[in-house]
């Protein structure tokens, strides 16, 4: 399975981008029954956790992002969403996905840059 992130940018604070993340090469039933999760590295930082979807659509978010990020999935294009509004510049960051627990191999990511 190939993941690729895209999506990312620089924007403005207080703006908004959507990433996508296509895990190429999954079978339906492996990608539909995932927890897929979105995490981000700001620079001398280690990866976080930013949000999660469960294989029924439950959500969690990391508190820092509650109510600003939107995750969600399209089983059937084996993507993963994360839609950002209200962005700060704290949000600056490389974005990844990948599946919790069984993760496969990681993508390069998306940079997200939001200058102070």
């Known amino acids: 399975v190939r993941l690729v992130e895209t999506g990312g940018g620089s924007v403005q604070a207080g703006g908004s981008l959507r990433l996508s993340c296509k895990a190429s090469?999954?079978?339906?039933?492996?990608?539909?029954?995932?927890?897929m999760v979105w995490y981000r590295q700001a620079p001398g930082s280690q990866r976080e956790s930013v949000a999660s979807?469960?294989?029924?659509?439950?959500?969690e978010y990391v508190d820092s992002v509650k109510g600003r990020f939107t995750i969600s999935r399209d089983n059937s294009k084996r993507t993963a969403y994360l839609e950002m509004n209200s962005l700060k510049p704290e949000d600056t960051a490389v974005y990844y996905c990948?599946?919790?627990?069984?993760?496969?191999?990681w993508g390069p990511g998306t940079q997200v840059t939001v200058p102070s």
């Open positions: 990948n599946r919790r627990g069984y993760e496969w191999s």
């Open positions: 090469g999954s079978i339906l039933s492996d990608f539909s029954g995932s927890v």
């Open positions: 979807i469960t294989s029924d659509r439950r959500t």
